[in-house]
């Protein structure tokens, strides 16, 4: 069996791939690194953006773990153009997930990238990992086992959150264990 800790990242100062943690992004990270610290952990994959690496580098330094930066667990951009209802167009790639707007990624395109991510990580040694990430592309690798997962749940995150993902040959069990 496979347990996969997927990590939404803390509090950070914005959206930009540099944005760093906040003061109180920096606290979550503390907390999370007690929070994972009583869990058998083998192997750190992160987003490279800041605020992913930021999250899991308390744990990291803990634990005496690499932090392994993927990209493929980097956010998934809507667009590249500023969207006044950007939260409309957030909502209509969750009802479409072939709409890719302008300089964006469609959901299917970040859904195909998180499972070439998850296909790696079940082929590996290791059976107890923690993936850092972001809030969209999260919920898509969450669908990836669960498909109730969408815009609603992407909303009802918090900054950050820890899902447990246990695989077995028959299926995979999902739930939420941040506190």
Request: charged share 30%; hydrophobic share 40%.
């Amino acid at each position: 069996m496979k347990t996969i800790y997927i990590v939404r990242h803390a509090k950070a100062e914005g959206q930009p791939f540099h944005a760093p943690l906040t003061e109180t992004g920096e606290n979550q990270a503390n907390q999370l690194a007690a929070f994972l610290k009583k869990r058998t952990i083998q192997a750190i994959y992160s987003s490279p953006f800041v605020r992913a690496i930021e999250t899991i580098a308390p744990f990291a330094s803990q634990s005496g773990l690499t932090i392994k930066e993927d990209e493929r667990l980097g956010e998934r951009i809507l667009s590249d153009h500023d969207l006044p209802d950007w939260m409309e167009k957030l909502k209509d790639s969750f009802e479409d997930f072939s709409l890719a707007l302008p300089g964006g990624e469609s959901n299917d395109q970040a859904t195909e990238r998180a499972r070439s991510f998850i296909e790696d990580v079940l082929e590996k040694e290791e059976d107890h990992v923690v993936c850092v990430s972001h809030g969209n592309l999260t919920t898509l690798l969450l669908r990836l086992f669960d498909e109730k997962y969408g815009y609603d749940e992407l909303f009802a995150l918090s900054n950050p959150d820890v899902y447990v993902v246990k695989v077995e040959e028959d299926g995979a069990i999902v739930q939420r264990i941040w506190e």
